[in-house]
Nanobody, 120 residues
Framework: QVQLVEFGGGTVQAGESLTLSCKTT????????????MGWYRQVAGKERERVSW????????KYAAFVQGRFVISRDDVKNSIDLQMNNLQTEDTAMYYC?????????WGQGTQVTVSS
């Protein structure tokens, strides 16, 4: 069973930064980090979940949605067994529930989500 746990959400003012962290066990990390596309999604109530940033499982290139390009940075930490999302210059439209994801061949695994609220 793949378990992903997100940390780091909270309430900030526009222009500030937050770092989200998605952690798992060492055993799980060894599998999913090398065999799945790891990434972050977000969802606002009443809207579809959208992909924010991800790490290509083949090339390990980092990718970003246009609406966060230049502001967010995704990284993988093999010591902490985590996928982190550094979010800079947050805007009110970034307010959402943020979810960690492991997109594997057959199944996509999700964390429970962490709320990010940006006030003006």
């Amino acid at each position: 069973q793949v378990q992903l746990v997100e940390f780091g959400g909270g309430t900030v003012q526009a222009g500030e930064s937050l770092t989200l962290s998605c952690k798992t066990t060492q055993t799980t990390a060894r599998f999913i980090f090398n065999n799945c596309e790891m990434g972050w999604y977000r969802q606002v109530a009443g809207k579809e979940r959208e992909r924010v940033s991800w790490i290509d499982k083949g090339t390990r290139d980092t990718k970003y949605a246009a609406f966060v390009q230049g502001r967010f940075v995704i990284s993988r930490d093999d010591v902490k067994n985590s996928i982190d999302l550094q979010m800079n210059n947050l805007q009110t439209e970034d307010t959402a529930m943020y979810y960690c994801s492991a997109l594997c061949t057959i199944t996509q695994y999700w964390g429970q989500g962490t709320q990010v609220t940006v006030s003006s």
